[in-house]
């Protein structure tokens, strides 16, 4: 089993940044990829961005440019450091790992609200 643990979640203003962190823990050995996913009342949960164990990162077209996931194997640990953030970005950001997108495992949920 995989235990995915958020935080960074948080209310910012438009224009603001905000770090989302997520470690993991059990067996991470399976955990090649990683990523987040975020979703609002009445649509589906959507992939924002991920990466793999080589570093390989995937990203939503409304997030390129502004968004950067990062990993530490070291830490088995992933980040998503989210700049110049929009009232659009407002939703429930999940952490997500497995073989690949989407994994089997899932965090939380950390609630990230921006105002104007």
């Known amino acids: 089993q995989v235990q995915l643990v958020e935080s960074g979640g948080g209310l910012v203003q438009t224009g603001g940044s905000l770090r989302l962190s997520c470690a993991a823990s059990?067996?991470?050995?399976?955990?090649?990829?990683m990523g987040w996913y975020r979703q609002v009342p009445g649509k589906q949960r959507e992939l924002v961005a991920a990466?793999?164990?080589?570093?390989?990162?995937n990203y939503a077209d409304s997030v390129k440019g502004r968004f950067t996931i990062s990993r530490d194997n070291a830490k088995n640990t992933v980040y998503l450091q989210m700049n110049s953030l929009k009232r659009e970005d407002t939703a429930v950001y999940y952490c997500?790992?497995?073989?690949?997108?989407?994994?089997?495992?899932w965090g939380q949920g950390t609630q990230v609200t921006v105002s104007s």
């Open positions: 997500n790992a497995g073989t690949r997108m989407p994994g089997g495992y």
């Open positions: 059990g067996s991470i050995f399976r955990l090649n990829a």
């Open positions: 990466i793999t164990s080589g570093g390989r990162t």
